[in-house]
């Protein structure tokens, strides 16, 4: 059984060596070959990994790619030669047995093409998974939600599209959808979450790599579709858990940067899955909402001048998006 394993560097050069050595403890014993795609960033891994890890391979890129692209250039190396890849973001730790049972769980479940684990976060297990990745309605007002900095409501919005949900929920009056279960904890759903995904290669193979349109974000829902498509199933792993420090390379200064790639990506996920029509609804849904959001702003930057530091790269972020949308 040969195992590959995919990581991408973007400033993220400490929790990377962390992630490193909880991985090589789960791979004692395994044959493998780890790869890091070192992004064009600030904090480059090269020098660390030779110093530190010379048994891992390093891919440097000499540009800024997205997280398909840079995982693409791993598996375009690797899937000839591969029984499984493990695709891992590097602010993610890996407790002992955790990789060798997911590779346990796919080698007895031969119709399934991708698992992933339950991920851990500062404030306990995240349930992030949404029944339905395509549901018009509820991302529509969602995201005019976020482009509008709504604030309080952006944590009620996102349960409604399953984000930030407790691990234990209380009972509820209406009972809860059935789940199509796998055994041993696991769940079949539609789509799982990009942060430590476990490939069957013969999959990626059939279904093909990740689509580098997607800049980040999405490109997990959309493999995970096109799986489907040609009839393999998608599992989560619930009862496997790893750590996992949600962005950790996206700081506060560039949070409206993230939010513009965020809603281009969720665009172009409806234009692929949303069905006749739903991606252009969307988008001229959000070019609306971007609109007059623009107004309020410039309203607001001329009467309140104390605000303007606030307003003022909102606006901007604003007339960006409808440029985007206009352009798309």
């Known amino acids: 059984m040969k195992l590959k394993i995919s990581i991408v ?91 060798p049972r997911m590779l346990d769980f796919l080698q007895t479940h031969e119709t399934v093409a991708v698992c992933s684990p339950t991920l851990i976060g500062t404030d306990g297990p995240w349930t992030s998974i949404p029944e339905r990745s395509v549901k018009l309605h509820r991302d529509a007002l969602l ?94 792993l619930r009862n496997v858990e790893i750590y996992h420090l949600k962005g950790y390379s996206t700081t506060r200064l560039d949070f409206l940067e993230h939010l513009l790639i965020l809603v281009e990506s969720w665009v172009h996920y409806y234009r692929k899955h949303g069905g006749k029509g739903a991606g252009w609804v969307l988008q001229l849904w959000l070019i609306g909402v971007a609109s007059f959001n623009t107004v309020r702003w410039s309203l607001t930057y001329l009467v309140r001048p104390k605000q303007r530091g606030v307003v003022g790269p909102w606006r901007a972020f604003s007339v960006n998006l409808i440029r985007k949308m206009v352009n798309a």
Not at 51 to 60: C, H
Request: aromatic residues 10%; glycine residues 8%; proline residues 5%.
């Open 9 to 99: 560097n973007h400033n993220s050069v400490q929790p990377l060596r962390d992630c490193l050595l909880s991985l090589l403890e789960n791979v004692k014993g395994l044959e493998h070959e780890i790869y890091v795609v070192d992004n064009l960033c600030q904090e480059r891994a090269g020098e660390m990994l030779a110093r530190e890890f010379p048994q891992v391979k390093v891919l440097s890129n000499n540009q800024v790619l997205g997280f398909g692209a840079n995982h693409n250039q791993v598996l375009k190396q690797i899937l000839d030669d591969s029984d499984y890849v493990l695709v891992l973001n590097p602010d993610t730790v890996l407790p002992p047995g955790s990789v």
């Open 143 to 236: 995201i005019a939600m976020y482009i509008s900095n709504a604030g309080g409501l952006n944590r009620w919005l996102d349960r409604l599209r399953g984000r930030g949900q407790p691990a234990d929920p209380e009972p509820r009056s209406q009972p809860a959808p059935a789940v199509d279960r796998a055994g041993d904890g696991a769940e079949y759903r539609e789509v799982i979450v990009g942060a430590c995904m476990l490939f069957r290669s013969a999959a990626l193979r059939e279904v093909g790599l990740f689509d580098e349109q997607f800049f980040l974000y999405f490109e997990e829902y959309d493999w995970c579709l096109r799986a489907k498509a040609k009839n393999w199933r998608i599992c989560w």
